[in-house]
């Protein structure tokens, strides 16, 4: 156990679960959430304490967490005008879990060190199923020391925890994660559909896919989703389609083809300009259905 002061901002969908099991692992906590009754909420019966702007977060934390949604509120949460970086002292660390830009957290990092303040990026993996449970896979970048810092916390929110490499190295494995994940829930769509229009019952062709080489984590977590077109967002199609984007980008800096990659981008594209961009990205399932003009489950 760390005796450092842990700040958390972001209070989603992920880093909700995930600062409670900081808080339940016994950690010295204060959180900050641009929604700040989310904050006050959280911190209900608990000895979680809020802080109600970055800079009491910072002044408060010797180890300020991270968990936002993307490259710009990341940018501007870290470095912008009255961000974290105006008012960590030097020694502090900062943990960037959001899934964002492998060229930002480079940047981030060197500024951060300008200022003799550590920073990783470590993105996460197994959306808000494993938030709760605290089994997350982690893939952090940066300095070893500072990924050692950091670890008692990381084992309060993952099973998995692997310092993949320098700065920026965590969101290019974040990346090069969620482009399995696209493809495998477009490819297990595809399978679904395909059984069900075939005659096939959708539970026991996923639980023979599960069996088999075709077996994955992915359909594990959302066979629920799938099988009862309960989208209720775990991770939300407007977010994915945002990493694929961070993945082609990455893709286009290192010369790295990805053509699936951007077919799937261009899915989830098309799931928000039909008004789902809140469902979860098992929602590809519906993209398939209406092509093929058959619902899973119908007519078998």
Not at 5 to 27: D, K, Q, T, Y
Not at 109 to 117: G, I, K
């Amino acid at each position: 156990m760390t005796s450092d002061r842990v700040g958390f901002a972001g209070l989603g969908i992920m880093g909700s679960p995930m600062a409670r099991n900081l808080a339940e692992a016994g950690f010295e906590l204060t959180v900050f959430n641009r929604t700040s009754s989310k904050a006050e909420e959280f911190s209900e019966g608990s000895p979680v304490e809020v802080a109600h702007n970055l800079e009491e977060l910072a002044r408060q934390s010797d180890l300020v967490i991270t968990m936002l949604p993307g490259p710009p509120e990341v940018e501007a949460v870290v470095a912008g005008d009255g961000g974290l970086l105006d008012f960590m002292a030097q020694g502090t660390l900062l943990v960037d879990m959001s899934t964002s830009s492998p060229v930002l957290a480079r940047w981030l990092a060197r500024e951060a060190a300008r200022r003799r303040v550590g920073m990783l990026d470590a993105p996460v993996s197994g959306g808000d199923v494993a938030a709760e449970q605290g089994t997350l896979s982690i893939m952090a970048g940066g300095e070893e020391g500072h990924f050692a810092r950091a670890r008692p916390l990381f084992e309060a929110m993952g099973e998995t925890i692997v310092h993949v490499g320098e700065s920026g190295a965590g969101q290019v494995t974040k990346a090069a994660n969620q482009i399995v994940v696209a493809l495998v829930l477009e490819a297990v769509s595809e399978a679904l559909v395909l059984g069900s229009k075939g005659g096939v019952e959708p539970s026991k062709l996923i639980e023979v896919l599960s069996g088999g080489l075709a077996a994955n984590k992915a359909m594990e977590v959302k066979r629920d989703k799938l099988l009862d077109h309960d989208f209720e967002p775990g991770g939300k199609v407007e977010f994915h389609h945002k990493d694929l984007g961070i993945a082609l980008e990455t893709g286009r800096q290192y010369g790295v083809t990805l053509p699936v990659t951007a077919l799937v981008d261009q899915m989830f594209g098309e799931l928000k300009a039909r008004g789902r961009e809140e469902w979860d990205h098992s929602a590809l399932l519906t993209l398939v259905e209406e092509c093929s003009g058959h619902r899973v489950g119908e007519g078998t």
